[in-house]
Protein backbone atom coordinates (compact mmCIF):
# COMPACT_ATOMS: atom_id res chain seq x y z
CA UNK A 1 0.00 0.00 0.00
CA UNK A 2 3.07 1.84 0.79
CA UNK A 3 3.99 2.23 -3.16
CA UNK A 4 0.49 3.44 -4.03
CA UNK A 5 1.85 7.60 -2.13
CA UNK A 6 4.17 7.50 -5.02
CA UNK A 7 2.12 8.52 -7.72
CA UNK A 8 0.34 10.43 -5.86
CA UNK A 9 3.33 12.73 -4.64
CA UNK A 10 4.21 13.42 -8.31
CA UNK A 11 0.74 14.30 -8.98
CA UNK A 12 1.06 17.02 -6.51
CA UNK A 13 4.45 17.95 -7.21
CA UNK A 14 3.17 18.35 -10.85
CA UNK A 15 0.66 20.75 -9.53
CA UNK A 16 2.78 22.91 -7.48
CA UNK A 17 5.06 23.26 -10.50
CA UNK A 18 1.82 24.24 -12.60
CA UNK A 19 1.43 28.23 -13.24
CA UNK A 20 -1.04 28.00 -16.01
CA UNK A 21 -4.38 27.51 -13.29
CA UNK A 22 -3.68 28.28 -9.28
CA UNK A 23 -7.11 27.37 -8.88
CA UNK A 24 -6.88 24.30 -10.30
CA UNK A 25 -3.34 23.17 -9.44
CA UNK A 26 -4.31 23.87 -5.29
CA UNK A 27 -7.27 21.74 -5.78
CA UNK A 28 -5.21 19.07 -7.36
CA UNK A 29 -2.11 18.83 -4.89
CA UNK A 30 -5.29 19.23 -1.58
CA UNK A 31 -6.88 16.03 -3.16
CA UNK A 32 -3.56 14.06 -3.46
CA UNK A 33 -2.59 15.07 -0.27
CA UNK A 34 -5.81 14.07 1.41
CA UNK A 35 -5.46 10.81 -0.47
CA UNK A 36 -1.85 10.35 0.79
CA UNK A 37 -3.02 11.30 4.51
CA UNK A 38 -5.78 8.24 4.13
CA UNK A 39 -3.38 5.81 2.86
CA UNK A 40 -1.13 6.64 5.88
CA UNK A 41 -4.21 6.02 7.82
CA UNK A 42 -4.75 2.76 6.36
CA UNK A 43 -0.71 1.73 7.02
CA UNK A 44 -1.12 3.17 10.44
CA UNK A 45 -4.26 1.39 11.18
CA UNK A 46 -2.71 -2.05 10.11
CA UNK A 47 0.59 -1.43 11.64
CA UNK A 48 1.62 -4.00 14.80
CA UNK A 49 1.29 -1.31 17.21
CA UNK A 50 -2.18 -2.51 18.11
CA UNK A 51 -4.13 -1.81 21.47
CA UNK A 52 -2.05 -5.01 23.10
CA UNK A 53 1.33 -3.85 22.43
CA UNK A 54 1.02 -0.11 21.69
CA UNK A 55 2.66 2.50 24.93
CA UNK A 56 0.32 5.37 25.69
CA UNK A 57 1.36 8.51 26.56
CA UNK A 58 -0.02 11.81 28.09
CA UNK A 59 -0.82 13.59 24.84
CA UNK A 60 -2.64 17.83 24.75
CA UNK A 61 -6.10 17.16 23.12
CA UNK A 62 -5.95 20.74 22.23
CA UNK A 63 -2.51 20.69 20.47
CA UNK A 64 -3.53 17.97 18.51
CA UNK A 65 -7.02 19.37 17.39
CA UNK A 66 -5.63 22.66 16.05
CA UNK A 67 -3.43 20.35 14.14
CA UNK A 68 -5.76 18.15 12.20
CA UNK A 69 -8.01 20.95 11.49
CA UNK A 70 -4.74 23.21 10.23
CA UNK A 71 -4.36 19.79 7.94
CA UNK A 72 -8.07 20.63 6.40
CA UNK A 73 -7.96 23.90 6.12
CA UNK A 74 -6.76 24.09 2.25
CA UNK A 75 -9.38 21.58 1.45
CA UNK A 76 -12.35 22.94 3.57
CA UNK A 77 -11.75 26.08 1.67
CA UNK A 78 -11.97 24.25 -1.72
CA UNK A 79 -15.48 22.81 -0.36
CA UNK A 80 -16.51 25.98 0.95
CA UNK A 81 -17.03 24.61 4.25
CA UNK A 82 -16.30 26.77 7.17
CA UNK A 83 -14.13 25.24 10.41
CA UNK A 84 -14.23 25.96 13.78
CA UNK A 85 -12.68 24.89 16.79
CA UNK A 86 -14.37 25.08 20.47
CA UNK A 87 -11.82 23.96 23.36
CA UNK A 88 -12.11 24.54 27.08
CA UNK A 89 -10.20 27.30 28.64
CA UNK A 90 -8.36 24.40 30.76
CA UNK A 91 -7.95 20.59 29.62
CA UNK A 92 -5.59 18.57 30.59
CA UNK A 93 -3.68 15.80 28.80
CA UNK A 94 -5.41 12.33 27.50
CA UNK A 95 -3.54 8.60 27.73
CA UNK A 96 -3.20 8.25 23.72
CA UNK A 97 -0.96 8.06 20.93
CA UNK A 98 -0.29 11.21 19.16
CA UNK A 99 0.09 10.06 15.95
CA UNK A 100 -3.22 7.64 15.67
CA UNK A 101 -5.56 10.34 17.88
CA UNK A 102 -4.91 12.88 15.33
CA UNK A 103 -5.20 10.89 12.22
CA UNK A 104 -8.58 9.21 13.33
CA UNK A 105 -9.40 13.62 13.80
CA UNK A 106 -7.94 14.18 10.60
CA UNK A 107 -10.20 11.46 8.89
CA UNK A 108 -13.14 12.32 10.92
CA UNK A 109 -13.07 16.16 9.70
CA UNK A 110 -12.33 15.19 6.38
CA UNK A 111 -15.65 12.91 6.36
CA UNK A 112 -17.40 15.55 7.84
CA UNK A 113 -16.82 17.88 5.21
CA UNK A 114 -16.96 15.93 2.54
CA UNK A 115 -20.32 14.67 3.79
CA UNK A 116 -21.88 17.67 3.34
CA UNK A 117 -20.81 18.24 -0.40
CA UNK A 118 -19.92 15.04 -1.85
CA UNK A 119 -19.36 17.03 -5.23
CA UNK A 120 -17.98 20.11 -5.03
CA UNK A 121 -20.34 22.93 -3.96
CA UNK A 122 -21.33 26.02 -5.48
CA UNK A 123 -20.21 29.60 -3.76
CA UNK A 124 -24.18 30.18 -2.58
CA UNK A 125 -24.03 26.84 -0.53
CA UNK A 126 -21.54 26.55 2.72
CA UNK A 127 -21.06 24.03 4.88
CA UNK A 128 -19.47 24.33 8.68
CA UNK A 129 -17.10 22.00 10.53
CA UNK A 130 -16.44 21.98 14.43
CA UNK A 131 -13.66 20.21 16.08
CA UNK A 132 -14.44 20.45 19.89
CA UNK A 133 -13.18 18.99 22.76
CA UNK A 134 -14.75 18.56 26.05
CA UNK A 135 -15.04 17.61 29.59
CA UNK A 136 -17.19 14.74 30.98
CA UNK A 137 -17.32 12.57 34.24
CA UNK A 138 -14.39 9.99 33.11
CA UNK A 139 -12.43 12.38 30.87
CA UNK A 140 -12.59 13.76 27.45
CA UNK A 141 -14.57 13.55 24.78
CA UNK A 142 -12.96 15.12 21.59
CA UNK A 143 -14.70 15.10 17.93
CA UNK A 144 -16.49 16.90 14.90
CA UNK A 145 -19.41 18.06 14.93
CA UNK A 146 -22.00 20.00 12.31
CA UNK A 147 -25.58 21.46 12.11
CA UNK A 148 -25.53 19.28 8.92
CA UNK A 149 -25.48 16.12 9.89
CA UNK A 150 -28.69 14.38 11.83
CA UNK A 151 -28.38 10.58 13.20
CA UNK A 152 -28.68 9.13 16.46
CA UNK A 153 -25.67 7.07 18.53
CA UNK A 154 -28.61 3.63 18.42
CA UNK A 155 -28.85 4.10 14.76
CA UNK A 156 -24.80 4.93 14.73
CA UNK A 157 -24.06 1.65 16.45
CA UNK A 158 -26.03 -0.21 14.28
CA UNK A 159 -24.59 0.80 11.32
CA UNK A 160 -21.67 0.50 12.36
CA UNK A 161 -22.26 -3.32 12.63
CA UNK A 162 -22.75 -3.81 8.79
CA UNK A 163 -19.83 -1.59 7.75
CA UNK A 164 -18.17 -5.07 6.52
CA UNK A 165 -21.31 -5.90 4.82
CA UNK A 166 -22.13 -2.47 2.80
CA UNK A 167 -20.09 -0.17 1.05
CA UNK A 168 -22.27 2.89 2.22
CA UNK A 169 -23.48 1.59 5.74
CA UNK A 170 -24.14 5.22 6.68
CA UNK A 171 -26.57 7.31 4.23
CA UNK A 172 -25.88 10.67 5.38
CA UNK A 173 -22.24 9.95 4.44
CA UNK A 174 -20.92 8.90 1.03
CA UNK A 175 -18.52 5.86 0.76
CA UNK A 176 -15.39 7.56 0.87
CA UNK A 177 -16.65 9.51 4.00
CA UNK A 178 -17.82 6.10 5.38
CA UNK A 179 -14.23 5.12 4.72
CA UNK A 180 -13.26 7.69 6.94
CA UNK A 181 -15.21 7.07 9.70
CA UNK A 182 -14.15 3.80 9.38
CA UNK A 183 -10.85 4.61 9.52
CA UNK A 184 -11.15 6.76 12.27
CA UNK A 185 -13.12 3.90 14.61
CA UNK A 186 -10.32 1.81 14.11
CA UNK A 187 -7.38 4.47 14.87
CA UNK A 188 -9.28 4.93 17.88
CA UNK A 189 -9.67 1.39 18.72
CA UNK A 190 -5.89 0.83 19.50
CA UNK A 191 -6.41 3.67 22.16
CA UNK A 192 -9.06 2.04 23.96
CA UNK A 193 -11.70 4.41 22.66
CA UNK A 194 -14.63 4.35 19.71
CA UNK A 195 -16.67 6.62 17.94
CA UNK A 196 -20.25 7.56 19.12
CA UNK A 197 -22.73 10.11 18.62
CA UNK A 198 -22.92 13.60 20.61
CA UNK A 199 -25.24 16.31 20.32
CA UNK A 200 -23.81 19.99 21.26
CA UNK A 201 -26.00 22.84 21.24
CA UNK A 202 -27.92 22.35 18.15
CA UNK A 203 -24.76 20.26 16.48
CA UNK A 204 -24.00 16.47 15.89
CA UNK A 205 -21.26 14.74 15.97
CA UNK A 206 -19.19 11.81 16.85
CA UNK A 207 -16.94 11.94 19.49
CA UNK A 208 -13.91 9.50 21.24
CA UNK A 209 -13.84 9.38 24.78
CA UNK A 210 -10.44 9.66 26.37
CA UNK A 211 -9.41 8.97 29.47
CA UNK A 212 -7.27 11.54 31.69
CA UNK A 213 -3.86 11.31 32.41
CA UNK A 214 -3.56 9.45 35.53
CA UNK A 215 0.03 10.90 35.99
CA UNK A 216 -1.67 14.43 36.56
CA UNK A 217 -4.29 15.72 39.12
CA UNK A 218 -7.12 15.83 37.19
CA UNK A 219 -9.04 18.61 39.48
CA UNK A 220 -8.79 22.34 39.47
Not at 92 to 110: C, F, N, Q, W
Amino acid sequence: MEQLKLPLLQIARQAELSSENVSESGYITDMADIAIKTIDSCLLSLSEGNQASLILEPVSVSATINSAAESLGSLAKIYNCELEIELPVKILPVMSDKVRLEAALTMLGYAFIEAQFPSLPTKKSRGMVKFKAYRTDSGVAAGIFSPNIEMSNGYFKKAMLSKDQSRQFLPEFSASSGAGIMLADNLLSDISSHLRVAHQQHLTGLVANLAPSGQLNWSF
